[in-house]
């Protein structure tokens, strides 16, 4: 049973948070970096505008435990993915291999990890406009019709795997025919 929603995870009765909230867990991260005693594993870029992790094997072991729950997929893989997630982007022209940069994420100004918040909840309120409140929509009729939401779903998926194969069928014709011309 769930107990209630907390920007947008559920909760299970008598379980402890698995995740930290995206502005607790932006801060946990600004305060790992900022911490002079991680400069060896994590630290600001020479700009403060950046920051660098210089040892991900270790960071993995030793720090990434602080913002992340322990699960099995909990690795640096997924925290770079999480700081994507937020905007915060590789830096692709930088000597250091994980370095990570957003405008709002710089040294001295912690306060600014709001704005980063507010960008990426504006951006999931998009994506549920676009595509999930309409789907919830076209399930409301067809339950008002006297369907039910189960065989809605199940409906939905199979128009989704004939979309697919039929995508699949073109592909591999559109690919013989080069294959055939190219001869």
């Known amino acids: 049973m769930f107990r209630g929603r907390a920007r947008g995870r559920a909760y299970a009765r008598g379980t402890v948070r698995r995740t930290l909230p995206p502005l607790e867990f932006l801060k946990k991260t600004y305060e790992i970096v ?3 005693s991680t400069d060896s594993v994590i630290s600001w870029g020479q700009n403060g505008n950046s920051f660098i992790v210089s040892n991900p094997e270790e960071f993995a072991r030793n720090l990434l435990f602080r913002l992340l729950p322990p699960t099995p ?3 640096f893989r997924y925290f770079t993915l999480k700081l994507k997630g937020y905007g915060l982007e590789k830096v692709e022209q930088s000597e250091h291999e994980w370095e990570f ?5 710089v040294r001295g ?6 704005n980063i ?6 951006r999931l309120e998009s994506i549920h406009d ?3 409140k309409p789907m919830i929509d076209r399930m409301r ?5 006297g369907g039910n939401a189960v065989t809605f779903f199940k409906e939905r998926r ?19 025919l080069e294959r055939q011309c190219n001869v």
């Open 130 to 132: 676009l595509h999930v």
């Open 101 to 105: 940069a957003n405008e709002d994420f």
């Open 158 to 176: 199979e128009e989704r795997y004939r979309e697919l194969r039929e995508s699949m069928e073109k592909e591999a014709l559109a690919n013989a």
């Open 117 to 122: 918040i507010d960008i990426y909840e504006a």
């Open 109 to 114: 100004h912690p306060e600014r990890l709001k």
């Open 73 to 75: 997929y909990t690795n």
């Open 141 to 145: 009729s067809y339950c008002r019709a």
């Open 34 to 36: 900022d911490d002079p």
